[in-house]
């Protein structure tokens, strides 16, 4: 055969296994306009539902009148609270431990809230029905600030648990209060700030915004009542986690429901939730015995399914001196909107804020977080991050520039001396983490001197002076950031979603010509895991990738996972694929043994095959192998050649990177522009760098948006001002830079193949280093932080407020 | 994001679309290139029940230049006005500001009529028109007349024209000497945080031999800048008098807040974008 | 209610179809032609997900009425290239990794498509403006811009051969 006249080096190249810039497999049908995403799903006599929804932030529901919007030809039920109510489904579980309204019950909480929804023959007629429905409100006082929720003139928003004292994470002490989370030694780190020779103090906003994914948020369900058969097709980060979702609440049994993720036109944490719209599609199909699709638009999107961020983040930190840190304190006041439906594992109330230490040695830390509820809209997701992560990396990179300018010192040098040390690793935080790997002194050289960051600072400090003379109105701004991500959730015993561990799984099958399908627990929303997943297998079994398919979101076929966010996939499900691989390779070699007639223990594997110890001749390849396995009968070896693998990680994985940009700012029009961006980013071991470096294209671009413009604003009377593309900020190709990346490599060392993730590093290092480079710029003229968005008009105003336009 | 019923119409001269709209009366829109209109629509707040749309007139799409006019119609695109080698030539500041307008889709849709027609201050050609001190023809069922562009304009979505008019053509003289439309803007397809339109001539003695200055969403209309205009007439072009242009524009501006920031943040931005719009343009003279 | 009798010519193929001049024409195409590579993104015109070209002009096909599109030529994404031959475009943006959850992917090759017909070798300033009317959340627009210019190039010296 062909394969004996290569070489190792062309055997492994034809794998394209890991570290390939493989082509994507994904990207045929995507450009020819071929992908299947939940709206193009269209069935026989499918009905379409549409929302009638609360223009009202906070009111009483007096009255629904549907009975002109019956009327309409078409239309075939309106459903409100009331006919869910028989069901049990017009409230639903968060997967916070706390439960959202369905249709409004009695009240509405925020601008948007589903109030009632009406299934009609087509969207056009169902929207004209929507006109229809009357409700009678009686508007009450909105709660806008959550600084305001605990004042004795606040209004009561959640009256179902006003009275009650316990939540789903402890003691409430305020109807309006959800949570207090601790975490770290409050007395030693209070105790540290009051002895300490230089404090720095700061309250760091990160404000609320919204994933925005391309593609908004829907679902098909379809009843089929003679078989007892439920399918739901639907925008689903985490469709094993929906099955189960919808089987407790509807009562028809895990194995009748059938969940499909079709492509999904991102996700970015918007898709991880279930919403009143996916349960009203699945009611209205048992109710109607057809097919229901519902699919939200623009404005639904950015005004009622999950917001992210909103963390109001006081801070103090401790330094000697000579800038080593001493300890670190933040109370954070966390927006959390109408319904405590931040999409966190159970036991993390703020998702792994607490990974704010950052990437630096600080021997004493405290953090408390207080959920609030205001009338917003409730989510709280992970938006491109991994559980607040973002928030938290955005806190330290934030405090240590403030720190740096409270001790007159040079950001990056600061950063330098508190850096984790390289043989710190396993390295054990404050705040409960143990870090995998990492080398941060490295990364963080690499960055300086890649961009010259002496001469940046040479020519920043030429710039200030040019512009006290009055020779330009221009700034120059620096960036820095230094992040650790925390990622791939989880360990069971720390984390589970509605009770269900955060593991992961692959099931493969080899073909008996040796090719393979390959299915997991997670699902793609761009990531290109049919690409990327196959490479990791093809490295491990030794068939090319190119012929191995993989699957994933459909139930009824895929082994139970929970699904695509947090940058788990890579960590978790990645490290199932390598597994489950491992086990294929075993009974293989049991089977190429017995094949070149030698013991078990005399074969070794090499790229592709099984070779007779001191015999490179004799050897078996995978796919020789695989066919051996249905067609002979092997002594003590179950025939065929399949494998699964449940994968608990036994520890997340914390990739890191260092990130500047160097911005030039207008002082007079708040005008920003990005004159240079570099990333390095660590995920450990890289698995296809053409995917690594489009991730951290798209996360910056992201964060990008987040730090300079994109916000979910609402005025003080509850309305969101910031609901359609219009004002919603998203960057095009126009105001978007170019970007270098580069790459260190620190393997994880628990994780099978070393990987540890990287689609969100971008995103949550990102934002720092853009909101740096702005606060950086002014620094000079006597500004210590100013809060993001950096738009036009808030750059103008920290200008302004400095006297920069007398 | 659906649109209410309407019955659509498609005439096809002008005196049979001024019959249609006289016939139709309130309950009837004209509609253009419908980026203003149909996304009004889909969120219900415009719900006409006929549509007259204008694409079949033929007449109503023509760019000419004759003895120093220039003729627009009322249907030419952002798209053709920019392609228009006629009118780079007779009026390159269209151009300079057709380019600026939303964004490369909506210019192949977006039309001249439909952008100044409309009433709505974001709008960037208002102001335009009123730099060049343009005349908009307008039919209706008592005949054709005409208005400048610096009369059309009342309030927010109100203008002289009349609700069973409709705005056929914009005509106006070519301009020499300098120009330059600046806009500052959150990114591609945003309207104007503050936007400049400005004309500039340099006389044989070096000295500003004629002005013109409209803004952009700096109020409920476009605002010409009558004062400034003539006051730097006859004057050179300096730091001094483009500071007491300025100053004088600003006079003249009411922005209000909005998600671009408050007004007092606008008056400093259209403060900084007029001075760029008079830099550009008095080196351009 | 009112359905009219439209005929719209789609992909060089005509189509016989009946619906009420309210009816945009991103819906005709993906629900009853079933011609569904444009998408809704934003239903605003902001992001470009259902572009499409009409007699020669890209064109945001959610704010567009089917029955204003009556007698025009239209391309979508299915008309461009398909599995017996690629349009380069298609090939570029496979080849550079210009696209991730391809939600944008149909607009934006379908806008390239009418950018490159009209300016053919662009620089990449121009591509980037050219491009602005099409939101992508994945990519951060580096690689689109760079699958457009090796487009152009090859069907520049394409053209020279």
Redesign the interface.
């Known amino acids: 055969m062909n394969a004996e006249a290569k070489t190792i080096e062309e055997r492994q190249a034809a794998l394209k296994g890991l570290g390939t810039s493989r082509k994507r497999v994904e990207d045929a049908r995507f450009t020819q306009g071929k992908g299947n995403y939940v709206d193009d799903i269209k069935m026989p006599d499918m009905l379409f539902g549409d929302f009638v929804r609360s223009q009202h932030p906070h009111a009483y529901v007096k009255s629904i009148d549907t009975s002109a919007a019956l009327e309409v030809p078409g239309v075939i039920a309106v459903l409100t609270a009331k006919d869910l109510e028989p069901l049990g489904l017009h409230w639903m579980p968060t997967l916070a431990g706390d439960k959202q309204m369905v249709l409004a019950d009695g009240k509405v909480l925020f601008q948007g809230q589903e109030v009632a929804f009406v299934i009609a023959e087509d969207r056009y007629i169902a929207a004209d029905a929507v006109d229809l429905v009357k409700v009678e409100y009686e508007p009450l006082q909105p709660l806008v600030d959550p600084f305001k929720a605990e004042l004795p003139d606040a209004p009561i928003l959640r009256e179902d648990i006003a009275d009650a004292k316990e939540g789903a994470h402890g003691a409430r002490r305020h109807p309006n209060h959800i949570f207090t989370w601790e975490q770290g030694d409050k007395d030693a780190t209070e105790s540290i700030l009051s002895s300490a020779p230089v404090v720095a103090e700061e309250m760091v906003y990160y404000h609320r915004t919204h994933p925005c994914p391309l593609e908004t948020c829907g679902a098909v369900a379809s009843m089929d009542k003679v078989n007892g058969k439920l399918t739901l097709w639907g925008t689903f980060q985490a469709p094993h986690v929906v099955r189960t979702v919808a089987s407790l609440l509807s009562g028809i049994a895990e194995h009748n429901i059938r969940v499909v993720s079709p492509d999904i036109g991102g996700g970015f944490g918007n898709k991880v939730g279930v919403y009143p719209g996916y349960v009203c599609a699945i009611v209205a199909s048992i109710v109607t015995g057809k097919p229901v699709k519902w699919v939200e638009d623009r404005m639904e999107n950015l005004s009622s399914t999950a917001f992210a961020r909103d963390y109001w983040m006081q801070g103090k930190i401790a330094a000697t001196p000579e800038g080593k840190i001493l300890g670190l304190w933040c109370h954070t006041t966390a927006d959390h909107g109408a319904f405590d439906a931040c999409a966190d594992p159970t036991k993390y109330p703020a998702g792994f804020m607490n990974i704010c230490t950052g990437s630096y040695d600080i021997p004493t830390a405290y953090l408390a977080v207080d959920g609030i509820y205001t009338n917003k809209a409730p989510g709280g997701v992970a938006y491109r991050c991994s559980f607040r992560v973002t928030e938290a990396a955005y806190f330290i990179e934030r405090m240590v520039e403030v720190l740096a300018i409270k001790l007159n010192m040079d950001a990056a040098e600061l950063r330098r001396i508190n850096f984790i040390k390289k043989e710190q690793f396993p390295y054990q935080s404050a705040l409960g983490w143990e870090y995998d790997s990492g080398d941060y002194h490295t990364a963080w050289d690499k960055a300086l001197a890649a961009v010259n960051y002496k001469g940046l600072r040479e020519e920043q400090a030429k710039q200030v002076q040019a512009f006290k003379a009055g020779e330009t109105r221009t700034l120059m701004g620096i960036g820095l950031c230094h992040f650790t991500e925390i990622v791939g959730a989880g360990p069971v015993k720390n984390c589970d979603l509605l009770g269900m561990g955060m593991f992961d799984s692959c099931e493969i099958r080899i073909h008996p010509t040796g090719s393979a399908i390959a299915r997991l627990g997670t699902i793609s929303q761009g990531q290109g895991h049919a690409t990327t997943f196959a490479q990791i297998l093809a490295s491990e079994i030794g068939i090319s990738a190119d012929d191995i398919t993989i699957e994933e979101g459909d139930t009824d076929t895929a082994p139970y996972g929970l699904g695509t966010y947090g940058s788990r996939s890579t960590p978790v499900a990645g490290a199932a694929t390598a597994m489950a691989g491992r086990k294929i390779r075993a009974k293989a070699q049991m089977i190429a043994a017995y094949l070149l007639e030698v013991h078990d223990n005399d074969v070794e594997w090499e790229v592709d095959r099984f070779v007779v110890k001191g015999a490179p001749e004799r050897f078996k390849t995978m796919k020789e192998v695989a066919f051996a396995s249905y067609t002979q009968a092997i002594p003590g070896v179950e025939p065929g050649l399949e494998a699964v693998s449940y994968y608990d990680p036994p520890n997340m994985t914390y990739p890191f990177g260092a990130y500047i940009c160097v911005m030039d700012i207008n002082v007079d029009t708040g005008e920003t522009d990005i004159r240079q961006f570099y990333a390095l980013d660590d995920c450990g071991t890289r698995i296809n760098p053409m995917i690594i470096e489009g991730q951290v294209h798209g996360g910056l671009t992201e964060a990008l948006a987040i730090a300079l413009g994109q916000e979910i604003a609402y005025d003080e009377l509850g309305n969101i001002k910031t609901g359609s593309l219009m004002d919603f900020f998203i960057p095009t190709s126009w105001e978007t830079p170019d970007y270098v990346t580069d790459f260190t490599e620190t393997p994880s060392p628990h994780h099978p193949i070393g990987a540890k993730g990287v689609g969100e590093s971008p995103n949550v290092g990102g934002v720092p280093a853009f909101s740096n480079a702005i606060n950086d710029a002014f620094k000079a003229f006597g500004l210590t932080h100013t809060h993001m968005p950096h738009d036009h008009w808030r750059v103008w105003k920290t200008a302004n407020d400095l006297g920069m336009h007398a | 994001m659906i649109p209410g019923r309407f019955d659509y119409h498609q005439p096809e001269s002008l005196a049979a679309a001024v019959t249609l709209l006289s016939e139709l009366g309130d309950d009837a829109r004209v509609i253009a290139g419908g980026h203003s209109l149909i996304p009004m629509m889909k969120l219900r707040l415009a719900m006409p029940e006929h549509l007259i749309d204008l694409k079949a007139i033929g007449d109503l799409k023509h760019i000419t230049v004759a003895d120093g006019v220039v003729s627009i119609g009322a249907m030419t695109t952002q798209a053709e006005l920019i392609g228009s080698a006629a009118l780079a030539d007779a009026a390159p500041i269209v151009k300079e500001t057709a380019l600026q307008i939303a964004d490369p889709q909506i210019r192949y849709q977006g039309t001249i009529g439909g952008n100044v027609a409309n009433g709505d201050p974001g709008n960037d050609m208002p102001a335009l028109m009123q730099c060049l001190d343009a005349s908009f023809t307008l039919s209706g069922p008592n005949g054709q007349r005409e208005v400048r562009a610096r009369e059309f304009y009342e309030a927010a979505y109100f203008t002289t024209r009349d609700d069973l008019e409709i705005l056929t053509r914009v005509t106006f003289a070519a301009h020499g000497g300098g120009y330059a439309y600046e806009k500052q803007k959150r990114k591609i397809g945003d309207y104007a945080t503050a936007a400049a339109a400005v004309l500039l001539s340099k006389g044989a003695d070096g000295a500003c031999s004629s002005a013109s200055i409209a803004m952009t969403n700096l109020a409920d209309t476009p605002i010409y800048c009558e004062e400034a205009s003539s006051a730097m007439i006859g004057a050179g072009i300096d730091a001094t008098s483009i500071e007491t242009a300025v100053k004088s524009c600003l006079e003249c501006i009411e922005p209000v807040d909005d998600n671009r920031g408050p007004a007092e943040f606008k008056k400093h931005a259209a403060g900084m974008v007029l001075k760029r719009a008079i830099d550009s343009a008095w080196s351009r003279a | 209610?009112?359905k009219?009798s439209i005929t719209l010519n789609v992909n060089g193929q005509t189509h016989e179809t009946k619906a009420?001049?309210?009816?945009?024409l991103i819906?005709v195409l993906?629900?009853q032609l079933?011609?569904?590579?444009?998408?809704?993104?934003?239903?605003?015109?902001?992001?470009?997900?259902c572009?499409v070209d009409i007699d020669g002009?890209?064109?945001?096909s959610c704010?567009?009425?089917a029955?204003?599109a009556q007698g025009s030529e239209i391309t979508?994404?299915?008309g461009l290239?398909?599995?017996d031959k690629?349009h380069v475009l298609?090939e570029k943006?496979?080849?550079h990794?210009g696209?991730?959850?391809?939600?944008?992917?149909?607009g934006m090759?379908t806008?390239a498509h009418r950018?490159l017909e009209e300016n053919p070798d662009p620089t990449e300033q121009e591509?980037?403006?050219?491009?602005?009317?099409?939101?992508?959340?994945?990519?951060?627009?580096?690689?689109?811009?760079k699958a457009v210019m090796a487009a152009a190039s090859e069907l520049n010296q394409t053209e020279v051969a």
Do not use: D
């Open positions: 209610m009112t009219t009420e001049p309210r009816e945009l819906h993906r629900e079933e011609i569904t590579g444009p998408h809704i993104g934003c239903e605003t015109s902001h992001c470009g997900a572009t002009r890209s064109v945001k704010t567009l009425f029955i204003q979508t994404i299915e290239g398909g599995p690629l298609q943006f496979k080849e990794h696209l991730q959850c391809g939600f944008c992917t149909p090759i806008r950018l591509v980037r403006f050219g491009l602005s009317g099409n939101l992508c959340r994945c990519t951060g627009y580096q690689n689109i811009v």
